[in-house]
């Protein structure tokens, strides 16, 4: 038993003078008794070749895994690239200075008259003010934390 390609390498098309190309030409002009390929029979290759049943049948079955939903602790972070975190972080950076900044120059005339110890606590509320509404506003969410 051969293997045999055909010339053009095509399935086989009927032309004007009513030869036929490709395979179903092979088959047609008895070059070879049979394709090893399935062919689309239509009514113009039933009339020269004689359609059979397939000999073997061979399914193709693809498989993979089944996607399942698991938690991902990175996932936030994939969106965006290493470079738009850095702006964000500098963004970020320079609101909480501006905050502590606005805060401080906005509460000293009140702790000018006051003891050392109560600007120490004032200047860290500040601070922890500044960092919960700079963290807070990029999550949206009120500021829900004690001060």
Not at 38 to 53: C, E, K, S, T, Y
Not at 67 to 89: E, M
Request: net charge neutral; charged share 15%; with cysteine.
């Amino acid at each position: 038993m051969d293997v045999v390609v055909p010339h053009d390498q095509q399935y086989g098309s009927r032309l004007e003078n009513g030869t036929w190309t490709g395979i179903v030409g092979q088959v047609a002009s008895r070059e070879v008794d049979m394709s090893a390929i399935p062919l689309i029979i239509n009514a113009n290759r039933n009339r020269v070749v004689d359609p059979g049943f397939p000999l073997i049948s061979d399914p193709v079955v693809l498989s993979y895994i089944k996607p399942v939903q698991r938690a991902d602790l990175a996932g936030f972070i994939k969106p965006f690239t290493l470079q738009v975190w850095g702006s964000l972080l500098a963004v970020l950076a320079v609101v909480l200075a501006g905050l502590v900044v606005m805060q401080i120059t906005d509460a000293r005339p009140y702790s000018v008259n006051t003891c050392v110890k109560r600007s120490q606590v004032l200047e860290r509320e500040v601070w922890w003010a500044a960092f919960q509404w700079t963290v807070t506003a990029p999550l949206a969410q009120g500021k829900g934390f004690a001060a």
